[in-house]
């Protein structure tokens, strides 16, 4: 769309460009299609875009993906795109602040790409909403004023570098790929813009994330002082200055992303947060019928595919929203997928709810006294040849999870999960979907 086009769009829907909402339009067809190449889309890909208004980057994007979900907050300009998509089945146009869109629907859309020309007054809260851990985008393209790109993927020793930077990059590797003048904006703003390509980061070590936001809070929050003086006393500062390989005078914005993880690793306290999974591990062997026959290891059990023990619990909220989480990338078996709140294997002579009640503690930091017991699987493919106990419970309170087992957590509804899992079931561990089948079972 050309200036022209989006004039009498306007026009049309009686909009006036708002500076408060940051509308300023995108003229440009060139620059409009060379925004959106940075996604690389494919046909089966989905895409979500943040701010479409008159269409500009939605031209280049409809028709060539599976599903296209447009989220705009003018509602004249929502109620255009509406009227002018109406017969494409596979274009959604939701009406709402992006600030406040719930984006765990988006994971059973999964391939998903983000797509943005985001409002100056706005971008930040957006890219917090959307772009956060847990998020299901591999790839996301934005485009805001270029002071806060160029924030975005600052290093050590840039002016532009802090909390944001840090932020961004313990998720994404960024990359400015344009930068965009004010001539190619109807208005056009006062400041040049840029775009910047997001691609998910898999490079990292395990790491708290709620600590490391944490600690950068405090490193940052008054920059030009010293790092020690702003950090918990729970660390020996020489062993942080050892660790690090810095000066006991270094300051938050001298450190890069990988410091400010291993300063993250040394201030968690969580007695899992080294790799817990250990191979000489010692659980009882069964037989068909659960009877204990003998205690072997860890290693040799899954090597050999023994029948073990093991239970799942699945943990609800007051909306009864199902918590999951994501296991980590260092887990021996189904590494990356979601699987249920708490699994895990019985020891030796342990019995199935006191193995139940000490992972919840151990997994996700929640005391509980009983448990409701949903059911048992025999052993299979699909349990990894565990006789498996699900149990359920409710807890509305704090979590607190191993980073070396678990990576993220989210909690989803019921309806969420039914339809990823008919789409995506390869995204879960075995385990859990044989558990979820045998709730649904348990719950009519």
């Known amino acids: ?16 460009p708002s500076r408060q909402l940051g509308q300023n339009f995108l003229t440009d067809p060139a620059v409009a299609r060379g925004i959106v190449d940075f996604l690389e889309l494919t046909p089966g890909d989905a895409v979500i875009e943040v701010g479409p208004g008159t269409g500009a980057l939605t031209g280049h994007v409809a028709g060539r993906v599976r599903k296209l979900i447009l989220v705009e907050f003018d509602s004249r300009l929502a109620a255009a795109l509406r009227e002018k998509y109406q017969g494409c089945d596979n274009v959604e146009v939701v009406h709402q602040d992006a600030v ?76 400015t790929v344009m930068q965009v003048p004010p001539e190619v904006f109807y208005p056009q703003p006062q400041v040049d813009s840029s775009v910047a390509l997001l691609t998910r980061r898999n490079d990292l070590p395990a790491f708290d994330r709620r600590l490391f936001d944490e600690l950068l809070r405090r490193g940052f929050g008054q920059r030009r002082k010293q790092l020690h003086k702003l950090l918990p006393d729970t660390v020996s500062w020489a062993q942080v200055v050892e660790e690090l390989g810095v000066q006991a005078t270094v300051r938050a914005e001298e450190l890069d992303l990988f410091q400010w993880l291993k300063l993250t690793h040394l201030f968690d306290n969580h007695p899992l947060k080294e790799i817990p999974q250990k191979s000489g591990e010692i659980f009882d062997v069964v037989d068909e019928n659960d009877a204990v026959l003998r205690q072997a290891t860890r290693g040799e059990i899954h090597e050999k595919q023994w029948l073990h023990r093991a239970i799942h619990v699945f943990v609800f909220n007051k909306k009864n929203d199902l918590l999951l989480q994501q296991r980590s990338r260092w887990k021996d078996v189904h590494p990356g997928t979601w699987d249920s709140s708490v699994a895990g294997h019985l020891d030796a002579g342990e019995s199935y709810e006191s193995c139940a009640l000490r992972e919840l503690v151990e997994e996700m930091g929640i005391e509980q006294r009983s448990l409701v017991e949903v059911g048992r699987l025999p052993p299979s493919p699909a349990t990894g040849w565990e006789h498996v106990t699900l149990y359920a419970t409710r807890h509305d309170g704090a979590l607190r999870f191993p980073c070396s087992e678990i990576d993220t957590v989210q909690w989803f509804s019921m309806e969420i999960i039914e339809h990823w899992l008919a789409r995506d079931p390869e995204d879960f561990a075995s385990g859990f979907v044989a558990c979820w089948d045998l709730f649904r079972r348990s719950v009519g």
């Not at 769309?1 to 006036?16: A, H, K, P, S, Y």
């Not at 772009?131 to 290093?155: N, T, W, Y």
């Open 1 to 16: 769309m050309i200036e022209r086009d989006i004039r009498r769009v306007l026009d049309q829907n009686g909009v006036l």
């Open 100 to 175: 406040d869109f719930d984006i765990r629907r988006l994971f059973a859309e999964r391939p998903i790409k983000f797509l943005g020309n985001l409002p100056y007054s706005s971008g930040g809260a957006i890219m917090k909403n959307f772009l956060s851990v847990p998020h299901p985008f591999d790839r996301a393209v934005i485009m805001l004023q270029k002071e806060v790109i160029d924030r975005l993927g600052a290093g050590p020793g840039n002016k532009d570098y802090g909390l944001l930077s840090l932020r961004m990059q313990s998720a994404w590797h960024v990359q």
